[in-house]
C-alpha cells in the first residue's frame, strides 16, 4: 500500500479526536511530501540535525514535532520553528528550553516525558522527578514555555498487559498532574503514547496523539 493508502486506512480506524504523529525519521523528504500531499502536517523527528536538513525543503507549515532525546547545545538550533518538543526529560533542559525561547520571543509547547517502560533505557521523569521539579522556583519562573501534557514509551514487548499498565500509568499521572497543578490551564491536554504496534491499546487508555512511522513509511531505511 502507498504511504497515501497507509495515512488513510490509520485515520479510518481511529477517532477524529486523536492526532497522528508521522515519524519521518531517517525518511526521505519525498517520503514526507507524499504524506503532506494526503494532508499529514505533524512530522515527528528523533534528532535535531535531521530536522535541520529536512525543514527548508519542505512546506513551511508543517508542524515538527521533536520526540528523541534533545541534547542542551541543540534547542538554539530549531527553537525558532519547533511546534513541540515531546521528550523533556529533565528541569535542566525545560531551562534551557525556555531561555532559548526567550531570545526567540516565543513560547515553546512542551510534554513531560515520563519513564514508564521496564526498560532502563527509556528516558524520562519518574512521579517522584515530576512533582519535584514543578514545585521548584525554577519552574515556576519558565515564562517562555508551555507544558501541555505528558509523553511516554512503554516497554517494547509482545506482553499486551504490560503495555496496557504502561499506558494506564500515564494517563493516571496525567489525570493527577492535571488535578494538582494544571486544574485551570486549558492547553494540559495532550497524552502523547502510543506507536506502530501498541497505539490501538494506547487509544483505548487515553492516548491524544500517537506516534506512528513504519505503518505510514514503511520499514525504516538503513543508514
Known amino acids: 500500500m502507498t504511504i497515501a493508502g497507509n495515512l488513510k486506512l490509520i485515520r479510518s480506524q481511529i477517532p477524529g479526536s ?32 535531521e530536522i535541520l536538513k529536512k525543514k527548508d525543503l519542505l512546506p513551511d507549515d508543517i508542524e515538527w514535532h521533536m520526540i528523541g532525546h534533545l541534547q542542551t547545545n541543540k534547542v538554539r538550533s530549531i527553537i525558532q520553528f519547533i511546534s513541540m518538543i515531546q521528550s523533556v526529560d529533565s528541569l535542566k533542559l525545560l531551562s534551557v528550553i ?29 512521579n517522584e522527578e515530576l512533582d519535584a521539579a514543578i514545585e521548584t522556583m525554577e519552574y515556576r519562573n519558565l515564562n517562555n514555555i508551555r507544558v501541555c501534557g505528558v509523553m511516554g514509551m512503554a516497554t517494547f514487548t509482545s506482553d499486551v498487559e504490560r503495555v496496557r499498565g504502561e499506558f494506564r500509568f500515564l494517563r493516571e499521572t496525567f ?13 494540559f491536554r495532550e497524552i502523547s503514547m502510543g506507536m506502530s504496534d501498541d497505539y490501538n491499546i494506547a487509544i483505548e487508555e487515553g492516548s491524544t496523539m500517537i506516534r506512528i512511522g513504519g505503518l505510514i513509511f514503511g520499514e525504516r531505511t538503513k543508514k
Open 175 to 187: 489525570q493527577r498532574l492535571k488535578g494538582k497543578y494544571f486544574i485551570n490551564d486549558l492547553f
Open 18 to 49: 486523536v492526532r497522528v504523529v508521522a515519524v519521518s525519521k531517517t525518511k526521505p523528504v519525498e517520503d514526507i511530501i507524499q504524506a503532506y500531499n494526503e494532508g499529514q502536517r505533524i512530522f515527528g523527528e528523533n534528532r535535531a540535525q
Open 98 to 126: 525556555n531561555s532559548e525561547a526567550s531570545k526567540a520571543n516565543r513560547i515553546i509547547d512542551c510534554l513531560l516525558e515520563v519513564h514508564i517502560a521496564k526498560e532502563e533505557t527509556k528516558s524520562g521523569f519518574s
